[in-house]
C-alpha cells in the first residue's frame, strides 16, 4: 500500500527546535515533488513548503521563510523538515503531502500522511 | 496571494441529497489549477478532484467539479454517509498554494 508516515513531532519550548521526517513507501519516491502542509487545531489547511523531485528547489510561505528548512533523501525514501525558532503559532498538525508532479509548483496532492503533532507552549 | 473564499460554512443534508459547494478566489486561478479534498475527523486529507473537474484515483463519480477563473464548484450527487465531511479547496496555480477555509457538510 502506498504509504506516507510522519515522525518527529512532540511538546517543544518557543524558540527550540524539531526536525520532523516522513517515510514514504510503496511508490517511487525520487522523481516526485514533495510538500509540507499544517493544520493548527480546529482550524484549516495551511501550505508551508515545498521541494522538488531532485532536491534543488525548495518553496517556502512567508510564514516559515528563514526558520523553516525542508529537504529530502532520495536514497532512504524520507523527507524532512527542520523547524527552528518555533513560535506558538507553529502549533499544528504537519503532514507530508505527494505532488503530483515533480517540480513542486503547480501540483495537486495524491498522497498525504497521517500527520504529526508539533505543540509549542512552555 | 490568491484568497479562496468558500461557502456555506455549513450545509446541512440528509443522505440521498445533493450537495453544491462553492470556492471563490480573489484573482483568476490559471490554468484551472484547482482542487477538492475531503477531510473527516481525525483523518488527513484525501485528494478528490484536480484541475478543476478531474476526479482522482478511484474516487466515485458522485463527485464532480466544475467552474474557472475565479468561481468553482464541488457537486456531491448523492450524499452518502461516508460522505459528512469537511470539503478544503485549494489552488495551486499561483505562489504560494493556497487553501479555502473549508465547507462542513453535516447531517440534518
Known amino acids: 500500500e502506498v504509504q506516507l508516515l510522519e515522525s518527529g513531532g512532540g511538546l517543544v519550548q518557543p524558540g527550540g527546535s524539531l526536525r520532523l521526517s516522513c517515510a514514504a513507501s510503496?511508490?517511487?519516491?525520487?522523481?516526485?515533488?514533495m510538500t509540507w502542509v499544517r493544520q493548527a487545531p480546529g482550524k484549516g489547511l495551511e501550505w508551508v513548503s515545498a521541494?522538488?523531485?531532485?532536491?534543488?528547489?525548495?518553496y517556502y510561505a512567508d510564514s516559515v521563510k528563514g526558520r523553516f528548512t525542508i529537504s529530502r533523501d532520495n536514497s532512504k525514501n524520507t523527507l524532512y523538515l527542520q523547524m527552528n525558532s518555533l513560535r506558538a503559532e507553529d502549533t499544528a498538525v504537519y503532514y507530508c503531502?505527494?505532488?503530483?508532479?515533480?517540480?513542486?509548483?503547480?501540483?495537486?496532492?495524491?498522497?498525504w500522511g497521517q500527520g504529526t503533532m508539533v505543540t509549542v507552549s512552555s | 496571494e490568491i484568497v479562496l473564499t468558500q461557502s456555506p460554512d455549513t450545509l446541512s443534508l440528509s443522505p440521498g441529497e445533493r450537495a453544491t459547494l462553492s470556492c471563490r478566489a480573489s484573482?483568476?486561478?490559471?490554468?484551472?489549477?484547482l482542487a477538492w479534498y475531503q477531510q473527516t475527523p481525525g483523518q488527513a486529507p484525501r485528494l478528490l478532484i484536480y484541475?478543476?473537474?478531474s476526479r482522482a484515483t478511484g474516487i466515485p463519480d458522485r463527485f464532480s467539479g466544475s467552474g474557472s477563473g475565479t468561481d468553482f464548484t464541488l457537486t456531491i450527487s448523492r450524499l452518502e454517509p461516508a460522505d459528512f465531511a469537511v470539503y478544503y479547496c485549494?489552488?495551486?496555480?499561483?505562489?504560494?498554494?493556497?487553501f479555502g477555509g473549508g465547507t462542513k457538510v453535516e447531517i440534518k
Open positions: 503531502a505527494k505532488d503530483d508532479g515533480y517540480s513542486g509548483n503547480y501540483e495537486a496532492f495524491d498522497i
Open positions: 510503496e511508490f517511487t519516491f525520487r522523481p516526485y515533488a
Open positions: 521541494i522538488s523531485g531532485s532536491g534543488s528547489d525548495t
Open positions: 484573482q483568476s486561478v490559471s490554468s484551472s489549477y
Open positions: 484541475g478543476a473537474s
Open positions: 485549494q489552488q495551486y496555480g499561483g505562489s504560494p498554494s493556497t
